[in-house]
């Protein structure tokens, strides 16, 4: 018997829409029956690496195929330790203030804001900062336990479709590059739909790879990764809020701020420029905003059940 099946399953339905046409899109080129926990921490740089890929003939979602299952994908985050994604807090508070700011404007008051995915919690502590009650679930032990030492939050570590939150207790819940990494996203969109209130918000931010900047790129498309399960289009998002319950009422372009330092060590080509203290410290506080256009930002409110 092959070891590897009690890690990975091939979908008979597609994991956003759930239409039954599947066809193959992309055969990997890496080995994917290794993966292991550094290959899928945020800062990760395997750039260009792929799992099988299939395709949904209706509505254009592509994603792993075979997938990992959602117990061995769980197991292995909570082992992620990332030091290099906290580092960069002040560059990723400004992205998440965007955010913040956008919701203030959909939502007519605040209330409990739940971040799926939360790392060490930087958007939860800029959401408390602006009047937000901040909650969220993480599935790294390490993250998690920074976010509760370091900035005090009350996270969650767990597997977020299987966390304990009241129904309807949200005014808005945020899905920052999470929705690419899970292999079952209809049943996170579903979690996500029950713990809201009436009217809630769910903001969600995952790669385009139907983008100029990703046609533009080719294999070398920094999205292109072992941590990233599926690609959405326009269609496929919609399928996936749609079927859960939500209306799209606003579509942006999600843009990022990282220090220069960050950018440089990201290829090995520029990681000269880097060595020693005094140059790692002189970039450390050059910020850089990438508005490149290739990731979706999506903002939903929660309809009622019909």
């Not at 993966?35 to 690496?49: F, H, N, P, R, V």
């Amino acid at each position: 018997m092959d070891p590897t099946l009690d890690r990975f399953e091939r979908p008979d339905r597609c994991p956003a829409c759930a239409g039954p046409r599947l066809r193959p899109f992309k055969k990997g080129n890496f080995d994917y029956a290794r993966l292991d926990k550094d290959q899928i921490k945020i800062t990760d740089s395997e750039y260009g690496k792929i799992w099988d890929l299939g395709e949904c003939e209706d509505c254009g979602h592509i994603f792993a195929d075979p997938a990992p299952k959602p117990e061995f994908i769980f197991a292995l985050y909570r082992q992620v330790e990332d030091p290099a994604y906290d580092a960069e807090s002040e560059g990723r508070s400004q992205n998440f203030r965007g955010i913040l700011k956008t919701l203030d404007m959909l939502l007519p008051e605040r209330g409990t804001l739940f971040d799926v995915g939360a790392a060490t919690g930087i958007l939860l502590e800029a959401a408390r900062e602006q009047g937000w009650t901040p909650d969220g679930v993480e599935a790294s032990d390490w993250a998690a336990d920074r976010a509760r030492r370091t900035r005090h939050l009350p996270l969650r570590q767990g597997f977020f479709e299987e966390t304990d939150v009241a129904p309807g207790s949200c005014r808005a819940v945020t899905m920052v590059d999470f929705i690419e990494h899970t292999p079952r996203p209809r049943d996170a969109a579903a979690k996500a739909y029950e713990i809201l209130a009436p009217q809630g918000r769910l903001c969600l931010v995952t790669p385009d790879i139907h983008s100029f900047a990703a046609r533009l790129a080719g294999r070398r498309w920094w999205h292109l990764r072992p941590g990233h399960l599926a690609y959405f289009s326009k269609k496929s998002l919609e399928a996936l809020l749609g079927d859960a319950g939500f209306t799209i009422i606003l579509r942006k372009r999600y843009a990022w701020t990282f220090s220069g330092h960050y950018l440089l060590t990201r290829f090995k080509a520029f990681q000269i420029l880097v060595r020693g203290r005094r140059a790692a410290l002189f970039f450390k506080k050059i910020p850089i905003k990438l508005a490149l256009g290739d990731s979706f930002e999506i903002y939903a409110r929660k309809e009622p059940r019909t």
